[in-house]
């Protein structure tokens, strides 16, 4: 059975605290685009993994994928399978690629396998593979607090409106870019603001806190926030912990030559 793990983008980003596990408390809004990788999952004789597209760093058993199917396996003894990742999102770019592909052979095995696990049952696995896995056990916008697992529905809609996402050649750390970070309480919730005020006056009110150390570290990417918002974008902001960044567009735009070396994605949602 195939399916296509999706990305994210944050419609902003509070860090709000430390704790003390060593993880930050967060509000953000989770948005997903349909930026797609392509995995498989079917029963077999033996356990296989194989990979395809973008190669993912690091060794291929510390694959999300293998992580979740490691999991499943030994919470209701599933039999062996093998596994297909196409690799088409960027890494290292806030877009939540490998939690999304985490979630997503999650879901191919409760289908597959039959193991009647609820939504809510596999947001609890998934968040024992990363932050912001459980958010792709759902195909709708949420907004996540705690680690980012703490999931609410929100009324957020990005329907009719074009958005665009850019990848500079820039790879950040999450666990780097978090150790950038000074914590602080805003004055009001994402919650609230996000739903208060209409898209193109987000960028008075909604941030993504990590956006001041990592383009300091990286002036490239406020150029290319810059860029987005002289290129008509209604709201423009780096995604979770960077380095891809987004911009939402009242009407479709060609921004090709506007960013002629980095990978980049468009369309409505
Ligand atoms: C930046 C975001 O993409 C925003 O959605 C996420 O918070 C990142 O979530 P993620 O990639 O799933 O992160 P994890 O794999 O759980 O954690 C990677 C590292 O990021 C840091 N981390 C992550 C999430 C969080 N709420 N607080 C943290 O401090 C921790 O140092 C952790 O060791
Ligand atoms: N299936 C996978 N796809 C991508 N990366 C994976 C996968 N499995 C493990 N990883 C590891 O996770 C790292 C981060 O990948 P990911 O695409 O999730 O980053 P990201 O876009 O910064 O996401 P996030 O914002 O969730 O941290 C990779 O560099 C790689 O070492």
């Given at each position: 059975?195939?399916s296509?793990?999706p990305?994210k983008?944050?419609?902003?980003?509070?860090?709000l605290s430390?704790?003390?596990?060593?993880?930050?408390n967060?509000?953000?809004?989770?948005?997903?685009?349909p930026w797609?990788?392509i995995l498989?999952v079917?029963?077999?004789d033996?356990?296989?993994f194989?990979?395809?597209?973008?190669?993912?760093?690091g060794?291929?058993?510390?694959?999300?994928?293998?992580?979740?199917y490691e999991l499943?396996?030994?919470?209701?003894?599933?039999p062996?399978?093998?596994?297909?990742?196409?690799k088409?999102i960027p890494?290292?770019a806030?877009?939540g690629?490998?939690?999304s592909?985490?979630?997503?052979?999650?879901?191919?095995l409760?289908?597959v396998f039959q193991?009647q696990?609820?939504?809510?049952?596999?947001?609890?696995y998934?968040?024992?593979?990363?932050?912001?896995?459980?958010?792709?056990t759902?195909?709708?916008?949420?907004l996540?607090e705690?680690?980012g697992?703490?999931?609410?529905?929100?009324?957020?809609?990005l329907?009719k409106?074009?958005?665009?996402?850019?990848?500079p050649?820039?790879?950040v750390?999450?666990?780097?870019?978090?150790?950038?970070i000074?914590?602080r309480?805003?004055?009001q919730s994402l919650?609230?603001?996000i739903?208060?005020?209409p898209?193109?006056?987000w960028?008075?009110?909604?941030r993504?806190?990590?956006?001041?150390?990592?383009?300091?570290?990286?002036p490239?990417?406020q150029?290319v926030k810059?860029?987005?918002?002289?290129?008509?974008?209604?709201?423009a902001?780096?995604?979770?912990s960077?380095?891809?960044?987004?911009g939402?567009?009242d009407?479709?735009?060609?921004l090709?030559t506007?960013?002629?070396?980095m990978?980049?994605?468009?369309g409505?949602?």
């Amino acid at each position: 059975m195939v399916s296509f793990p999706p990305c994210k983008i944050n419609l902003g980003l509070n860090i709000l605290s430390k704790r003390p596990d060593g993880y930050h408390n967060l509000e953000t809004c989770f948005y997903p685009i349909p930026w797609t990788d392509i995995l498989e999952v079917i029963p077999a004789d033996r356990f296989g993994f194989t990979q395809t597209g973008q190669p993912v760093p690091g060794k291929a058993e510390d694959n999300l994928c293998i992580k979740a199917y490691e999991l499943l396996r030994d919470e209701h003894r599933l039999p062996p399978v093998k596994i297909h990742l196409h690799k088409i999102i960027p890494m290292g770019a806030g877009l939540g690629g490998g939690s999304s592909d985490a979630a997503h052979t999650l879901r191919l095995l409760n289908t597959v396998f039959q193991l009647q696990q609820s939504p809510a049952q596999l947001a609890g696995y998934a968040a024992q593979l990363g932050s912001d896995c459980a958010f792709f056990t759902q195909d709708q916008p949420m907004l996540g607090e705690g680690r980012g697992e703490v999931l609410s529905a929100t009324p957020v809609s990005l329907q009719k409106k074009f958005i665009a996402l850019v990848k500079p050649d820039i790879h950040v750390s999450t666990a780097e870019a978090y150790a950038g970070i000074t914590p602080r309480q805003p004055e009001q919730s994402l919650r609230t603001l996000i739903t208060r005020y209409p898209v193109e006056e987000w960028r008075h009110w909604i941030r993504n806190d990590f956006e001041a150390t990592v383009f300091k570290k990286h002036p490239v990417l406020q150029s290319v926030k810059e860029k987005l918002y002289a290129s008509g974008a209604l709201y423009a902001s780096m995604s979770g912990s960077g380095a891809a960044l987004f911009g939402i567009f009242d009407k479709p735009v060609d921004l090709q030559t506007s960013f002629p070396d980095m990978t980049m994605w468009s369309g409505s949602i």
